[in-house]
């Protein structure tokens, strides 16, 4: 099982990035997928998730109307669009996989978003 994910990088306020994530080993189309990062300091917070199909969306009050996941399950891609990016949105940002009645997760690295000027 792998969960692969990229696209981060510096950016300045305002500014926009995509997040990816590539999954492989498991059946991508049957698991929900999120969306966490974690800021030096503090601990690991919900940013986004979606269902395994798509249709349904959640999102942490904080990035609501900036932030959109979506999700490619031909591709085994979950994505995260990133708009209007802040200072405080700089962390490391890692994809997870779950099902239900599964009792683990799979997580992937981290990526490095970093927002500054």
């Known amino acids: 099982v792998q969960l692969v994910e990229s696209g981060g990088g510096l950016v300045q306020p305002g500014g926009s990035l995509r997040l990816s994530c590539a999954a492989s080993?498991?059946?991508?189309?049957?698991?929900?997928m999120s969306w966490y990062r974690q800021a030096p300091g503090k601990e690991r917070e919900l940013v986004a998730a979606?269902?395994?199909?798509?249709?349904?969306?959640n999102y942490a009050d904080s990035v609501k109307g900036r932030f959109t996941i979506s999700r490619d399950n031909a591709k085994n891609t979950v994505y995260l669009q990133m708009n209007s990016l802040k200072p405080e949105d700089t962390a490391v940002y890692y994809c997870?996989?779950?099902?239900?009645?599964?009792?683990?997760?799979?997580w992937g690295q981290g990526t490095q978003v970093t927002v500054s000027s």
């Open positions: 997870k996989a779950s099902r239900i009645y599964q009792t683990y997760d799979y």
């Open positions: 080993g498991f059946t991508f189309s049957r698991y929900s």
């Open positions: 979606i269902s395994s199909a798509g249709g349904i969306t």
